[in-house]
């Protein structure tokens, strides 16, 4: 089924530990977005690239990596995890860079750092 | 890039209608209004968008009044299944989710 894929689905790091979020889309779309939502909140914006190429940082960057590594797929990096970076990660992806025609979420990435 | 504010929780019965009424005192002029909805340990789905007046879609009608400063979704005759958090976003790029509106239905 076309649209937004993030792997893993679920993991639990050390406190220190690295790891990197993967996401990748298949509907061709030029911007794509990571986003973390912590339990009983919105989400938040962490990273976005608005087109192959760049990256940007949001609204809670400091903590995250990331990188555009071709048009499908972007991925966040957690370089030294800690527990206030327990959250829910959403990717995201939409056509133009625009709200035009909505953003499209995957299934989302559950990490527990303890 | 404008705030938004909704209530924070509504309640309804299945086949009764919802409206859930967003203020965007801020917006701007090219910012578009897009409501999202969300289900427990899923990623938001988005719902509907317009820029002025009224859209309406399969899902829902969303009215937006000439100032653009509030809009409102309308979901007709909600079931059960219609039980989420709903985000009003306004912009046209890195959008900003608040905490949303949480709708209960009730049988």
């Known amino acids: 089924n076309a649209g937004v894929t993030q792997t893993p689905k679920f993991q639990v790091l050390k406190t220190g530990q690295s790891m990197t979020l993967q996401c990748a889309q298949d509907m061709n779309h030029n911007s794509m977005y990571w986003y973390r939502q912590d339990p009983g909140m919105g989400l938040r914006l962490i990273y976005y690239s608005a087109s192959e190429g760049t990256t940007d940082k949001g609204e809670v960057p400091n903590g995250y990596n990331v990188s555009r590594l071709n048009k499908r797929e972007f991925s966040l990096r957690l370089e030294s995890a800690a527990p206030s970076q327990t959250s829910v990660y959403f990717c995201?992806?939409?056509?133009?860079?625009?709200?035009?025609?909505?953003?499209?979420f995957g299934s989302g990435t559950r990490l527990t750092v303890v | 890039l404008a705030k938004t504010t909704q209530p924070i929780s509504m309640d309804s019965y299945e086949g009764q209608e919802v409206n859930i009424t967003c203020s965007h005192n801020n917006i701007a002029t090219n910012d578009y209004i897009t409501w999202y909805q969300q289900f427990p340990s899923q990623g938001p789905r988005f719902i509907i968008q317009?820029?002025?007046t009224k859209v309406t879609n399969e899902v829902a009608s969303l009215f937006i009044p000439a100032d653009r400063k509030s809009s409102t979704l309308s979901l007709p005759r909600v079931s059960l299944s219609d039980t989420a958090v709903y985000y009003c976003?306004?912009?046209?790029?890195?959008?900003?989710f608040g905490t949303g509106t949480r709708l209960q239905v009730f049988p």
């Open positions: 976003l306004v912009g046209i790029d890195k959008l900003i």
């Open positions: 995201a992806s939409s056509a133009d860079g625009t709200a035009n025609y909505g953003y499209t």
């Open positions: 317009g820029y002025k």
